[in-house]
C-alpha cells in the first residue's frame, strides 16, 4: 500500500502541479493521495479521472498533516532534492512495508525532514516533484506500474500512428 | 544531442509546469529546451538555475515549431497518451540519434502526430508531461542522468538526515 501525502499545497496557485502529482500517483502504482488543503476542485477532477479511466485510487483533501504522520503504522519516505541517493534509499525499503510518500510544494516544515524515516532525493539537481514521484514509483515497482489494469470505461490503445480510445458502456 | 521542444505553452498559465518540463530536460540529461512562445522569465528563471547549479543547458523561447521540425536533422519524437508503448518506441532509436523531443501542453495540433517519427506513450492513462519526460529521458540514458556532473557553484550533498548544500566561490 502506497500512500502519498502532498503538503503546502496553496490553492489556486498549486492546482496544476498538485494535479500532476496525483494523476502519476495513480498512474504509477499509488493507492491513495492526501492532500492537506481542502480543495474541492482537484478532488473532483481525480475521481472524475478515475470514473473514466478505472482503478482504485483515492483522494482525499483538507487532512492534517502531523496527525497523519503520527499515526501512519509502515516508513515514511520525503522526497527531497536534498535527500540521501535514491539507490542507496531503496536498499532500506521493504517490499512489504506500507509507504508514507510526501511530496512537499516550494517550502517544507523542518519536523518533516526529523520524522520521516528517509529523506530522499531523485537526484540533487533542482527538478519537479512530479518527476521524482514518478522515477521514485517506477523504482518501486520496478517498471511493473505501466501493466497494471485499470478496467475504465475508457481506454487507449498504444499507436504510433494515431489517437485510437475504446470506450466501453456501463 | 537531446532538444526538447515544448509547444501549447500559454504565458501564465503554463508558467510552473513549462518551468518543471524544462528543469527537468536539464536534470534528467537533454542539452536544450525551445519554447513556442515567446516568455522572459521562465528563460531568466532556468537561466539562473544553470548559473548556480552548472551544466551547459541551453534555453530559447519564441520559436516556431513547424520550423524547428522541418528543419530537424534527426529522429522526432512526440510523447503523448495515444502513441506507442515506450519499450517498443527506444528500440526504434539509435544511441547516435540527434532527438527532438515533442512535448505539449493541453491540444496537440494533428500536424505533430504526422511529423513526428515516433508518437509516444509513457503508460497510456492520464498523468504529466513532466512525469513522462523524466520516465523517457531515464529510459534514453539508461539511468546515467544521476551521475551526470554539473559543476555548479553550488551542490548538493545526498543526506538522510539535512540540507547540505556546499557553495563554490568563482
Known sequence: MITVLRIGHRIGRDKRITTHVALVARAFGADKILIDSKDEK????????????GGEFRIE???????IIKEFK?????LTMYGDKLS???????????????VGAEKVPGYIY????LNVSVGNQPHSEVA???????????GKWVKKKFNGKLEIKPSNTRKTVISKED
Open 42 to 53: 482537484i478532488k473532483e477532477n481525480i475521481q472524475s479521472t478515475c470514473i473514466r479511466f
Open 61 to 67: 483533501t483538507g487532512v492534517k498533516p502531523k496527525k
Open 74 to 78: 509502515g516508513k515514511i519516505l520525503h
Open 88 to 102: 542507496k534509499s531503496l536498499k532500506k525499503i521493504n517490499k512489504k512495508d506500507d509507504l508514507l510518500v510526501i
Open 114 to 117: 526529523e520524522k520521516a524515516d
Open 132 to 142: 521524482a514521484l514518478a522515477i521514485l514509483l517506477d523504482r518501486l515497482t520496478e
